[in-house]
C-alpha cells in the first residue's frame, strides 16, 4: 500500500490549542489555536515578525510554548524534543552537509536510527527518496556542485525520506530566483499530492502561498486573523489588513468611521471615455492616468479622480485591443460593478 493510501483524510495531524510564545516581555506568538488536517497543504502566511516561523519551529520541537498545548496525531507532544516528533523540515537555506555526497545527505537522518538499517536498505531507500523529486543518478554529487533548485531538492529528500507525519517548509524558495522559484512551486505541489504527507508552509509570498495551499492561515502581531481557501482569504477577507496583504487592493473611505471599501484593480474596468465602459457599472470616473507599467499579460494603470483620490487598474491586454494603451496625462474613464465592492472592518 501506498503512503498516500495510508494517510487517513480528514483526520487533525497537527493541532494548537490557545499556544502563546513568549521571548522575555515580546510576545511572539499570542494564544492562537490551529488544526491541520492529515493530508493538505497548508501555508501559514505573513509579514515579517508576524509570528510565523516561532509558530513552526513550536511544531517541530526547536521551541516550546510558554503556554497552551502542542498536539501531533493527537499525542500532547508540549515539551518533546524535536529529535523525538515525528516531523521534519527544511529551512530556507537548505543546510546540506558540504562534506556528504547527495546519498549522504539524504541518508543522514535514517543512518542515525537504531538499529541502523543495513547498507542495502539504506541504498534502496535514498533511491526511492531521490526518485521522488526527480534527481536519479544524483546520488555521488557533491552539494556545491548542484543549482540551487537541486540542493533544494535534495533537502526536500532528506526530510521525505523519514516519512514524517507532517513536512515543516520554512520559506525554503526564498533563495531561488523568480523563475525558478516558480518551477519549484509547482513541483512541490505536485509533489505533495504524489506522497501524500501533510506540507505546512511558512511564507511572506502571497502569491507562494495562495498558488500552492489547499488553505492559508494569515498571521499578523503574533494572532491568527483569518484562515481559509487561498479563493475565500482573497474574494471574502475578514479586514483590510488581510485584503492589502493577500493580493492588491484599492481602498476608499467606508461608510463608517471603522470601515473601508476595498476594490481589486483587475475588478476596475478603464476606457477612453464613458460611452465606452460596459454597461452594468454602479460607479463611473472621470480620471488622469498617472502612471502605466507594462507587466506582459496585463497593464498595470495607477490613475486619479479629483474626489476619491489615486486608486490602480489592471487591465487584461485582450481588454487593450479594444480600448488602445492609455498614456501618461491620458484622460480616461474608469468604474466597477456592485459586487467588486467590498465593505470590510479598517483594522
Known amino acids: 500500500m501506498s503512503l498516500?493510501?495510508?494517510v487517513t483524510l480528514r483526520q487533525p495531524v497537527v493541532e494548537f490549542r490557545?499556544?502563546?510564545?513568549?521571548?522575555?516581555?515580546?510576545?511572539?506568538?499570542?494564544?492562537?489555536?490551529?488544526?491541520?488536517e492529515s493530508g493538505e497543504f497548508l501555508s501559514i502566511l505573513g509579514p515579517s515578525g508576524c509570528g510565523k516561523t516561532t509558530a513552526l519551529r513550536m511544531m517541530a520541537g526547536f521551541d516550546q510554548p510558554t503556554s497552551g498545548k502542542v498536539y501531533i496525531r493527537g499525542e500532547d507532544v508540549t515539551g518533546v524534543p524535536a529529535f523525538k516528533r515525528p516531523v521534519n523540515m527544511v529551512f530556507q537555506h537548505y543546510a546540506l552537509f558540504p562534506h556528504l555526497s547527495v546519498a549522504g545527505n539524504v541518508s543522514y537522518g535514517l543512518r542515525q536510527r537504531r538499529p541502523k538499517p543495513s547498507p542495502a536498505e539504506l541504498q534502496k531507500a535514498v533511491g526511492e527518496a531521490l526518485a521522488m523529486v526527480r534527481l536519479?543518478?544524483?546520488?555521488?554529487?557533491?552539494?556545491?556542485?548542484?543549482?540551487?533548485?537541486?540542493?533544494?531538492?535534495?533537502?526536500?529528500a532528506r526530510a521525505l525520506i523519514n516519512r514524517p507525519a507532517v513536512l515543516l517548509l520554512d520559506e525554503p524558495l526564498a533563495a531561488l530566483d523568480r523563475k525558478l522559484r516558480r518551477e519549484m512551486q509547482i513541483e512541490l505541489q505536485n509533489l505533495q499530492r504524489d506522497v501524500g504527507i501533510t506540507f505546512l508552509l511558512v511564507t511572506h509570498d502571497q502569491e507562494e502561498a495562495l498558488s500552492m495551499s489547499g488553505r492559508v492561515c494569515v498571521m499578523r502581531d503574533g494572532r491568527i486573523v483569518q484562515t481559509g481557501s487561498p479563493r475565500e482569504l482573497y474574494d471574502r477577507p475578514v479586514n483590510r489588513y488581510v485584503a492589502d496583504f493577500v493580493g492588491k487592493s484599492n481602498f476608499f473611505a467606508g461608510p463608517r468611521p471603522d470601515t473601508v471599501v476595498s476594490i481589486r484593480p483587475e475588478l476596475v474596468e478603464i476606457a477612453a471615455n464613458e460611452t465606452a465602459l460596459p454597461t452594468g457599472l454602479v460607479v463611473t470616473l472621470s480620471v488622469k492616468v498617472l502612471n502605466r507599467i507594462f507587466l506582459g499579460e496585463h497593464t498595470e494603470y495607477r490613475v486619479a479622480h479629483e474626489k476619491m483620490g489615486e486608486f490602480m487598474v489592471l487591465s487584461p491586454r485582450k481588454s487593450e485591443r479594444g480600448s488602445g494603451i492609455f498614456e501618461i496625462g491620458d484622460t480616461a474613464a474608469a468604474g466597477w460593478r456592485p459586487e467588486a465592492a467590498l465593505v470590510l472592518a479598517a483594522n
Open 18 to 36: 490557545n499556544v502563546t510564545k513568549r521571548f522575555g516581555e515580546v510576545v511572539a506568538v499570542d494564544r492562537n489555536s490551529l488544526s491541520v
Open 4 to 6: 498516500a493510501e495510508n
Open 136 to 156: 536519479e543518478g544524483y546520488e555521488n554529487r557533491r552539494s556545491y556542485e548542484l543549482s540551487g533548485g537541486q540542493q533544494q531538492r535534495v533537502a526536500l
